[in-house]
Each structure stands twice: as structure tokens, then as C-alpha cells.
Antibody, heavy 122, light 107 residues
Framework: EVQLLESGGGLVQPGGSLRLSCAAS????????MTWVRQTPGKGLEWVST????????YYADSVKGRFTISRVTSKNTLYLQMNSLRSEDTAVYYC???????????????WGQGTMVTVSS | DIQMTQSPSSLSASVGDRVTITCRAS??????LAWFQQRPGKAPKSLIY???SLQSGVPSKFSGSGSGTDFTLTISSLQPEDFATYYC?????????FGQGTKLDIK
């Protein structure tokens, strides 16, 4: 069974950092692009970042560019999102999603994790 | 950025009904359109990709159509588990963007 399990969320102060993890199982992790999506009550669903299966191509929303870094470790079947310089508007549930394809461009998602909550507040 | 607009924002229906949700893109996205279902407190679930292709394991009561800028999701023979919020999403170009959602509740 294909599964994605996020972890690493929590409460962090503005300006702080947090690293989210997404453990994948049930498929060949290196064969697929992976994506982070976040959800807030006010702004709904927002695409955050996509990483190609090779790990060589990354794509970011303007709202996180320069602050967040997406990466993957194939040997651990794990996707990461390093979040720096966090702001209150980054408060959201963060989901990882598996893409249907390898390079991430013009590519739909098929499987979602259960999400992890990030709260940025003093 | 491509804006995705869903209508209606909310919809009341009865068990057994057939409903249609519309999604409009602010520019041509060909068929790079996906639909998701989200139940309260749960993660989104992928239903449809490429405007009309069912994801694996999704029942055929869900169907999608459209191309270019106008798309529809139709759900037939509504069951209690279908009452949820539905989102469309374009993946024609980055940044990928979502509609605001359509909440389907029981009449």
C-alpha cells in the first residue's frame, strides 16, 4: 500500500526554523516527483513546492522562495521541507503528495499524506 | 498566476441525487486539471486527473469533463460518504493553483 507520513510540525516563533519530513512507502520513491501543499482556513489549499524524482529540479511558490528548501534522501525514502525565516502567514497544515510522474512539470498528484500542523506564533 | 474559480461555493443535495460542480480557469490550461475530495479533518483525496481520468480506486460515480478553461465534476447517486468539500486544481503551469472549494452538504 502506498503511504506518506508527515512529521516535524509544531509551534515555532516568528523568524524561526522547522524541518518537515515525509516518509514514503509502498512505491519506488526515486521514480516520482514529490510535492508539498499547505492549507489554511483563510487561504484554502496552496501549492508550496515540487521536487523532481532525480532531485535536480525544484519549483517554489513565490511566497516561500528563498526561505523554504525542498529535498529528498532516496536511501531513506524521505522527502523534506526545510522552512526558515518563518512568518505568521506560514501557519498551516502541510501535506506531502506523490506526483504521478517523474519530473514534476504538468504533473498531477495521486497520493496525499495525513498532514502536519505548523503554527508560527510568539 | 492562473486563477481557478469554482461554482457554486456550497451545494445542498439529497442521498441519491446527481450533482455537478463547475471550475473555470482564468486562462487556457488544456486538460491539466485535477479534482480532489476532502472530508472534515482529513487530507485531500485525489479523484480525477487530466480533466476526466479517474485515479486508481475511485468509483465511476465520479466523472470529469472539460478542456481549455471550463471544467465540470459530476457525482452521481450521492451517498452519505460523498458529502464533503471538492476542489479543482490546475497543473498546467507553476504555481499550481486551486479553486476555493465547493462544500457539498446534505439537504
Amino acid at each position: 500500500e502506498v503511504q506518506l507520513l508527515e512529521s516535524g510540525g509544531g509551534l515555532v516563533q516568528p523568524g524561526g526554523s522547522l524541518r518537515l519530513s515525509c516518509a514514503a512507502s509502498g512505491f519506488t520513491f526515486s521514480g516520482y516527483a514529490m510535492t508539498w501543499v499547505r492549507q489554511t482556513p483563510g487561504k484554502g489549499l496552496e501549492w508550496v513546492s515540487t521536487l523532481s524524482g532525480s532531485g535536480s529540479s525544484t519549483y517554489y511558490a513565490d511566497s516561500v522562495k528563498g526561505r523554504f528548501t525542498i529535498s529528498r534522501v532516496t536511501s531513506k525514502n524521505t522527502l523534506y521541507l526545510q522552512m526558515n525565516s518563518l512568518r505568521s502567514e506560514d501557519t498551516a497544515v502541510y501535506y506531502c503528495a506523490k506526483n504521478r510522474g517523474y519530473d514534476g512539470k504538468r504533473d498531477a498528484f495521486d497520493i496525499w499524506g495525513q498532514g502536519t500542523m505548523v503554527t508560527v506564533s510568539s | 498566476d492562473i486563477q481557478m474559480t469554482q461554482s457554486p461555493s456550497s451545494l445542498s443535495a439529497s442521498v441519491g441525487d446527481r450533482v455537478t460542480i463547475t471550475c473555470r480557469a482564468s486562462q487556457d490550461i488544456s486538460n491539466y486539471l485535477a479534482w480532489f475530495q476532502q472530508r472534515p479533518g482529513k487530507a485531500p483525496k485525489s479523484l480525477i486527473y487530466a480533466a476526466s481520468s479517474l485515479q486508481s480506486g475511485v468509483p465511476s460515480k465520479f466523472s470529469g469533463s472539460g478542456s481549455g478553461t471550463d471544467f465540470t465534476l459530476t457525482i452521481s447517486s450521492l451517498q452519505p460518504e460523498d458529502f464533503a468539500t471538492y476542489y479543482c486544481q490546475q497543473y498546467n503551469s507553476f504555481p499550481y493553483t486551486f479553486g476555493q472549494g465547493t462544500k457539498l452538504d446534505i439537504k
